[in-house]
Nanobody
Framework: VQLEESGGGPVQAGGSLRLSCAAS????????MNWFRQGPGKERELVSRLSDEGTTYSSSVRGRFTIYRDDEKKTLYLQMNSLKTEDTAMYYC?????????????????????WGQGTQVTVSS
């Protein structure tokens, strides 16, 4: 199963973007889903996590970013508002091992964490 991010691009500081992550048309079941990012010269960091237990955010994005899922559209989102230049990074979605993915006739359980290829967000001043 391939995770695919979209929605990145250039934006001015103060602007907004919404990132999307889809899993080849599968419905997510009992999944712990994450958004990570890696800025230039920086290590990859966890931005936000969504699970049955709720949502968490890094201190750097709390209050500006919102993670949510749309089961009808089978998509995970990251709404990013009040963007700052320091938010410039490649953004990745990651579904943790144990996640169950379903679509008619198919049932798939991730054995390990699954990553997308990333979508670039560039915030200019």
């Amino acid at each position: 199963v391939q995770l695919e991010e979209s929605g990145g691009g250039p934006v001015q500081a103060g602007g907004s973007l919404r990132l999307s992550c889809a899993a080849s048309g599968y419905i997510f079941r009992r999944c712990k889903m994450n958004w990570f990012r890696q800025g230039p010269g920086k290590e990859r960091e966890l931005v936000s996590r969504l699970s049955d237990e709720g949502t968490t955010y890094s201190s750097s994005v709390r209050g500006r970013f919102t993670i949510y899922r749309d089961d009808e559209k089978k998509t995970l989102y990251l709404q990013m508002n009040s963007l700052k230049t320091e938010d410039t990074a490649m953004y990745y979605c990651m579904f943790e091992g144990g996640c169950v993915l379903e679509k008619p006739g198919h049932y798939y359980r991730l054995d390990t964490n699954s990553w997308g290829q990333g979508t670039q967000v560039t915030v200019s001043s």
